[in-house]
């Protein structure tokens, strides 16, 4: 597997656990915030294992990590909102 394939499978993993945590939280607001701050550290932790230069810099976590993130992220946590458990 690629670089890009491994940073958008870190990022789709915390995406999922963030779109959890975010349906378990009443505030819409925090749970934004929380997902900002996973974001953040997945692509610092990218860096950190695949080195700045493999990830692509700012254009590779973009389309690797950010978009990943953010599609599973919100599709999780809908999903989420409206299963009945």
């Known amino acids: ?3 890009d394939g491994k940073v958008a499978a870190i990022h789709t993993v915390a995406a999922v656990a963030v779109g959890y945590i975010s349906f378990k ?4 607001a925090m749970a934004i915030v929380i ?4 974001l953040y550290l997945m692509g610092q932790v990218s860096e950190r294992l695949f080195g700045k230069e493999e990830v ?3 254009k590779g976590w973009l389309w690797s990590g950010i978009v990943p993130f953010f ?3 919100l599709m999780t946590w809908v999903i ?3 299963h009945p458990l």
């Not at 939280?25 to 819409?28: D, F, K, S």
């Not at 997902?35 to 996973?38: D, E, K, P, S």
């Open 80 to 82: 989420f909102m409206n």
């Open 56 to 58: 692509g810099g700012m």
């Open 1 to 3: 597997m690629d670089v």
């Open 35 to 38: 997902a900002i701050i996973v």
């Open 25 to 28: 939280l009443t505030n819409e």
């Open 71 to 73: 599609f599973i992220w």
